[in-house]
């Protein structure tokens, strides 16, 4: 009657599944199809159509579950969970992942010449270089901060509190703002290291247009010294 007890089927027989199905077994014995799904050597969870090696799909609304859990139960200093990249003669090339102990998230390229790209569509729009130069819609950054933009500001610094600081600290050497036009540096505003008096001076020839003595306050203006 297809009854082992009332409201309850039979076992199914063994082997008795689908084809490309990956089997699981219903009992000690006996296998039936599981949630995997294997064509042409794609795998699919939950889908007989895999659009990649592995496929995972899945419904849920809540943002509980992301289709793919990384658990590493280790807490120790090192123990991190996440995913290794190899290249195509199978050394390893890049790291993602979270360390347990200090809470820090990783993204490390330790390919011969690694660079890292965040990109919406096609475009760039964080990218960092071999040298640790980074661009801001900026796949050639040739500084250590590249901004490229297409409108009138590039740069905001703003403060929801108190003051909004933008600190220019030279170890040996100006620590200056520089002015160019069409990629012509023409003036720097500069903390002038010889003698830290504030000066803007003209680049190309120009020389000091105005100081501004530390200590006194005192200005002179078309001179790059001050005679009192």
Known sequence: NGLDA?????????????????????????????????VGGLVGLNTTTPLDIFHSRFTNAGGTQTGIAVQNLSSAAGAYSGMLFYDHTGALRQFQGYNNSTGEYRINNIAPSPSINFMTGSTSRFFINSAGNIGINQASPSYR??????GATGLRVQSTSTFSVIDIDAANGDAALRFAANGVNQWNIRNRPADN????????????????????????????????
């Not at 901060?145 to 297409?150: A, M, P, S, T, Y």
């Not at 003209?202 to 200590?215: A, H, N, T």
């Open 197 to 228: 008096y504030l000066e803007i001076f003209e680049l190309g020839g120009g020389g000091s247009r105005m100081v501004i003595q530390d200590g006194t306050g005192n200005v002179n203006i078309g001179q790059a010294s001050l005679s009192n």
């Open 145 to 150: 901060l590249d901004v490229q933009h297409g």
């Open 6 to 38: 009332p409201g309850q089927l039979d076992a199914p027989a063994v082997n008795n599944g689908t084809a490309n199905y990956i089997g699981k077994f219903f009992n000690n014995v006996d296998l039936i199809n599981s949630s995997l799904y294997d």
